[in-house]
Nanobody
């Protein structure tokens, strides 16, 4: 059982940057692909970014491509979502998740954090 804990959310103005962290409880963290998803009020949860277990490949959604990056530090059992040039439409609860496969589908992720709120004001 992998326990995940997000941190780093907050209230920022449009154009600002923010980095979310996702700390994992297990040393087996390095065997899992990690993903970030978000859910805005009244909307379904959507894929944001994913990174392979090794960190060798990443994939980001079209809506954040060029503004967000995903990274990980397996020695620290932590994944990150670096968000630049934030827009009001990025406002959502952001979740990190762990999967045994590299996927953009939320159904592929077995373990989820509790989420962290990101609010971007205009």
């Amino acid at each position: 059982q992998v326990q995940l804990a997000e941190s780093g959310g907050g209230l920022v103005q449009a154009g600002a940057s923010l980095t979310l962290s996702c700390a994992a409880s297990e040393r087996t963290f390095s065997s899992y692909a990690m993903g970030w998803f978000r859910q805005a009020p009244g909307k379904e949860r959507e894929f944001v970014a994913t990174i392979r277990a090794s960190g060798s490949s990443t994939y980001l959604s079209d809506s954040v491509q060029g503004r967000f990056t995903i990274s990980r530090n397996n020695a620290k059992n932590t994944a990150y979502l670096h968000m630049n040039n934030l827009k009001p439409e990025d406002t959502a609860v952001y979740y990190c998740a762990a999967s045994s496969i590299y996927s953009v589908m939320s159904q592929a992720y077995n373990f989820w954090g509790q989420g962290t709120q990101v609010t971007v004001s205009s």
